[in-house]
Each structure stands twice: as C-alpha cells, then as structure tokens.
C-alpha cells in the first residue's frame, strides 16, 4: 500500500501529540520535498517519508528506529519506505546503512533542521526567512549552541550525497523556508 500524504499525517499525529516535534517533521517533509525536487525525484514520496521518520520517537524513544518498522510493516507500507526510515539513524539507534539517495538526504537534513530552527530563532526576527549559511556556520563552531546536534552526522550525510556542507545547509535553509509558516518560523518578517 502506497500512503498518501493524509494518510501519513493522520499516522503522525496519531503517534505524537508534541507540537515541536510535529514541526519538526512538518520541516523534515518540506526539506525532503525541496531536494526531491533539486534531484527530479517523486515529491510525495520524499516527503511522506520526512513527514513520519521520527513516527516512533515521542512514545518509543528507546526504540527509535525498530518500533516505527514494526508500526509500518504492520500497516502494510512499501518496505522502500520503512528503510529509508529506519537508515535515517544509522550508527545511532539503527544499523541499517543510507544508500539510496533518498536515504542519504534524509540522513543529512534531519539533525540539520534542529540546527537551522535553532539558529532561526536566534535571530532577532525568529524567522527562517532572513536565516542565512554564514549564521548557521557561526552557530555550528559552537559546541554547546544546540548540543544535541550531531554535527558529524550532517557532515557525513552530505559528503554521502555528493555536496559542499554550505550547499546542503542552503538547500535545508530552503526547503524550510518553503514551509515557514507550518513550522512557526515565519517570525516577525
């Protein structure tokens, strides 16, 4: 069963009543979408699959990444689908390597939106829409701005995908942007 974009939300919410981590994968789908359109890849697809990676993580965050397989192959989803999900935690809750590019995005963007969200809301505006690379690459050298951020990961996802750092930061920057208002980062602009 192919699920539509309905379908995934409804799952989404069913699964998670935390509005920051519904905005969370609101920006996951939306950046998803932007690169599958950058690659000509199938926008839907992409982005259902942003929309409910983290499906499993507000009520099973021990099990993140083995649950939402289990939550999936239950309802019968396309087992394209449930990889690309479960590789998105590669080497941190999921042994499952990102090899399709699909795969590969979703590894580099998912940590970088808290990153860029983070950063957004720094801004005097709070706002996605002024928020640029060189903000964001500030941030980054950080440590402890954002510290759950596995910055390693973001680097390793985008040498996956074959791009510069700034190129997938400004890409990610984007997608969001696409999406600003679902995510409460359209800010004072």
């Not at 939300?9 to 935390?18: A, G, T, V």
């Not at 990153?115 to 440590?143: C, G, Y």
Request: negative net charge; contains cysteine; charged residues 35%.
């Amino acid at each position: 069963m192919i699920p539509t974009r309905e379908e995934a939300f409804e799952l989404l919410k069913e699964y998670n009543k935390n509005e920051a981590l519904i905005r969370h994968a609101l920006a996951v789908e939306g950046v998803m979408v932007h690169f599958s359109e950058l690659f000509g890849e199938d926008k839907e697809k992409w982005g259902i699959i942003g929309l409910v990676h983290d499906l499993d993580y507000e009520m099973y965050p021990e099990e993140h990444c083995k649950k939402v397989k289990e939550i999936l192959t239950e309802r019968n989803w396309p087992e394209a689908y449930i990889r690309a999900i479960v590789s998105h935690g590669w080497k941190l809750c999921s042994d499952v390597e990102p090899i399709e590019r699909m795969e590969k995005v979703l590894y580099a963007i998912d940590e970088l939106t808290g990153l860029i969200a983070a950063t957004a809301l720094m801004r005097p505006s709070k706002s996605i829409l002024d928020t640029e690379v060189k903000s964001v690459k500030k941030k980054w050298k950080q440590k402890g701005f954002a510290a759950g951020v596995n910055r390693e990961v973001i680097e390793e996802g985008a040498s996956m995908i074959g791009m510069e750092l700034d190129a997938v930061i400004e890409e990610t920057i984007k997608g969001m942007q696409k999406v600003s208002e679902e995510i409460g980062l359209k800010g004072d602009l």
